[in-house]
């Protein structure tokens, strides 16, 4: 039958040319192997030109056959022939810190270093220890030195002992209150009015000496920085009142001219009844040292209280 094998070989042109279109098809995946020669990322290739005379399926099978390509045989373990795993190196996190970096800032080791940044520590420790020495040095000029006061023997009264006369007794209290204030007003008025006299002491009461005119300039330079004490008190061979007093201030005394007396911490005052009232007249300085030996030597008879 003609008609018959007429159809039967259209329809079987037809299978091939749907099984042709098919291979070709852009909806159906294609397994291939990406060639070594893979462009580098970022470059763009132009699309390979589509002829018809290239057939689409070529190379597939030659592909298929390259070593590597075939399906990967599974071993024991769960590893592929043909493949390495996956070992992912471990991580290390130290916050702000590199591996091989050192600790510290290190950045300024090796700059040189200024000589006031070097010496600045000593300079300043060499400041303080002479501004120590210096404060050390004027606080030792302007603290007068004070002699240790002398051993004075004090005698005890005796029994049924005259009493001393209540006006020596009222000019010796007044005498310690107005030193005590140091009152140059006060102790000047108890100077004779003949003046007072000014000589170094020699073992007694000198008979003569020099005579200081102006009483209130001499008592007021010579009460100046004074702390003063009354230590004891006697009576010599003519009724004259010898009175031991220390604290004075060590400091020149221009008498005269040609005159110069240095001012001793134990002074003596010596008292004379000048009408009727102790008067004070002579001012002795201990020049030689012999009022302290007899401060030790002599009995002196003690202040009276107030």
């Given amino acids: 039958m003609p008609v018959t094998e007429r159809v039967d070989d259209e329809q079987v042109n037809r299978?091939?040319?749907?099984?042709?279109?098919?291979?070709?098809?852009?909806?159906?995946?294609?397994?291939?192997?990406?060639?070594?020669?893979?462009?580098?990322?970022?470059?763009?290739?132009?699309?390979?030109?589509?002829?018809?005379?290239?057939?689409?399926?070529?190379?597939?099978?030659?592909?298929?056959?390259?070593?590597?390509?075939?399906?990967?045989?599974?071993?024991?373990h769960g590893t592929r022939s043909g493949s390495f795993p996956d070992v992912g190196a471990p991580e290390i996190s130290m916050p702000g810190l590199m591996i091989g970096e050192p600790l510290g800032d290190t950045g300024d080791a090796n700059s040189p270093v200024g000589v006031l940044a070097y010496w600045r520590r000593v300079i300043t420790l060499l400041a303080v220890v002479l501004l120590l020495g210096a404060l050390t040095v004027w606080e030792q000029q302007t603290i007068p030195d004070r002699p240790a006061k002398p051993v004075i023997t004090i005698a005890t009264p005796a029994p049924g002992a005259t009493p001393p006369d209540a006006r020596l007794i009222s000019t010796l209290v007044r005498t310690r209150s107005v030193l005590d204030k140091r009152n140059a007003k006060d102790f000047a008025a108890m100077f004779d009015s003949n003046g007072v006299v000014v000589a170094a002491y020699s073992g007694g009461i000198p008979e003569a000496g020099y005579t200081v005119p102006d009483v209130a300039g001499f008592v007021s330079n010579v009460l100046t920085d004074a702390r003063l004490s009354l230590l004891g008190w006697r009576l010599d061979n003519r009724g004259r009142v010898i009175v031991l007093t220390d604290g004075w201030h060590t400091r020149p005394l221009r008498l005269s001219v040609n005159s110069t007396l240095e001012l001793t911490p134990l002074v003596a005052l010596v008292f004379q009844v000048k009408d009727a009232e102790w008067a004070l007249r002579w001012f002795l300085i201990d020049a030689t040292g012999l009022l302290t030996q007899q401060a030790r030597s002599l009995a002196w008879q003690p202040i009276p209280g107030p």
Avoid: F, M, W
């Fill in 15 to 76: 299978k091939d040319d749907r099984t042709s279109a098919d291979a070709v098809t852009p909806e159906q995946p294609v397994l291939a192997h990406v060639p070594q020669n893979t462009p580098e990322i970022g470059k763009l290739t132009a699309p390979p030109e589509l002829t018809e005379e290239r057939d689409p399926t070529a190379g597939l099978s030659d592909r298929r056959d390259e070593g590597g390509n075939g399906p990967a045989e599974t071993h024991p």
